[in-house]
């Protein structure tokens, strides 16, 4: 089974790697090629490999965690500090304020179309909310991107997705706690001490390891294969000390990379952001083909007519209608806002929290096929719109600027 796995997977990742310029200019994205090959070689087709029960949630588990750890890294490199650091408003109004308010939506979601109870439809909401980084990538990176998008739009994207997926940890810590109907009060102090952590912990892991960067490179002591795998490594000691002392991995992992972008100078930023990003863009392919493997078809069946009612319901009134009515706070004309409130993807963030709360005997099967559901159809729908999309925005931005 490892073998067919690997030589799948590889092979992909070789066509993948062959085509990269050509597949951003198609309405495909590659986690959507990843998920289609796992479900061609899981029960539900060739019936190759499989995902036990016991072993789904784990082996899912970890492997989003160190997927979403690669891409905030990559994201916390993507644009130079001055840059963010312009936008500081509209990014905070994004991560957390409009965070906090599509958690709420997709929570009433939850308990209407789902008919959970509140602490499950809590949950539930919380893990669905935080926008994802690595389908954010294959939308917002990349030279099409870079030439049809505003740097604007671009950045507010990225960072919100990288940002609002350690934030949004807070909010599903809460609901396991109510759903095992524990002491709100006790869980609150520990997902706070847990964010405490990881601002400390990420911010002086990574200020540190860029000051080392400056003064080896001063002194001539790193050669330079050493130097481009700096921030793989950064990434995996921000994820081992963060588990060691308890604190917001992913949150830690994008201090850190935030931190070490500050601390270094424009020509590492640009020569670390570029092989994180080309990491990034074929690491996070076995996570994908891992959860096509583990798609939950009967249960899917089972939910009827509340499984699509809920996706669509998710897709379409979680993120748009707040991102327009937000335009003007965020600095953005109506169809930059509607651009951004779309594209607002839901996957290996959420299918982290899910299977966590999984683990931890918070969430039921039910609850794990309706946010299965979402997860797949959003990396279908933002994957196969993405590309039309963004070429739709350059054609009227290059109309109206000839119009003005």
């Known amino acids: 089974m490892l073998d067919a796995y690997l030589a799948a997977l590889g092979g992909l990742a070789l066509v993948l790697g062959l085509a990269s310029r050509k597949l951003r200019e198609l309405p495909v994205s590659e986690p959507l090629m990843a998920l289609a090959l796992g479900v061609l070689l899981g029960p539900a087709v060739l019936g190759v490999l499989e995902l036990p029960g016991t072993d789904r949630d784990a082996t899912l588990a970890i492997g989003a965690r160190v997927a979403l750890a690669l891409s905030v890294m990559a994201v916390a490199l993507r644009f130079p500090i001055s840059e963010i650091r312009s936008r500081l408003g509209p990014v905070v109004l994004l991560t957390v304020v409009a965070m906090l308010a599509m958690a709420a ?15 499950g439809a809590w949950l539930l909401g919380a893990a669905l909310a935080p926008t994802d980084p690595v389908l954010s990538s294959s939308i917002v990176s990349g030279d099409p991107a870079e030439r049809d998008l505003p740097l604007r739009l671009r950045l507010l994207i990225s960072i919100e997705s990288a940002a609002n997926d350690g934030l949004a940890a807070p909010l599903v810590t809460l609901g396991v706690v109510a759903v095992h109907a524990r ?42 294969s050493a130097f481009l795998a700096l921030t793989l490594s950064l990434t995996a000691l921000v994820l081992g000390v963060s588990h ?34 080309a990491i990034n863009r074929f690491l996070v392919l076995p996570v994908f083909t891992l959860f096509g493997v583990a798609l939950p078809w009967g249960a899917w069946a089972d939910l009827g007519w509340r499984g699509p009612a809920f ?34 993807p839901i996957g290996v963030a959420a299918l982290l929290y899910l299977t966590e709360s999984t683990l931890e005997g918070a969430l039921t099967e039910p609850m794990w096929a309706a946010g299965s559901l979402v997860i797949v159809a959003s990396v279908v729908v933002h994957g196969v719109t993405a590309t039309p999309a963004r070429r739709r925005y350059a054609r009227r931005h290059r109309e109206d600027a000839r119009g003005s």
Do not use: C, K
């Not at 789902?114 to 602490?119: E, F, K, Q, T």
């Not at 892991?205 to 002194?219: I, N, Q, Y």
């Not at 931190?259 to 424009?266: G, Q, V």
């Open 105 to 119: 939506i997709t929570t009433g979601l939850s308990a209407l179309l789902l008919g959970l109870p509140a602490a």
């Open 244 to 277: 060691l002392v308890h604190a917001d991995a992913v949150l830690a992992v994008f201090v850190a990379g935030l931190a070490y972008n500050h601390a270094i100078t424009r020509a590492e930023r640009s020569e670390e952001w570029e092989v994180q990003e």
């Open 311 to 344: 996706v669509v319901a998710v897709l379409l009134l979680r993120r748009l209608p707040l991102a327009l009515a937000l335009g003007r706070p965020l600095g953005l004309r109506t169809e930059e806002a509607a651009f951004l409130g779309w594209f607002g």
């Open 183 to 224: 002491s709100l009060w006790q869980g609150a102090g520990g997902a706070l001490a847990a964010l405490l952590g990881a601002a400390v912990a990420g911010g002086v892991l990574g200020h540190a390891a860029g000051r080392l960067v400056e003064v080896s490179e001063r002194h001539r002591d790193i050669e330079h």
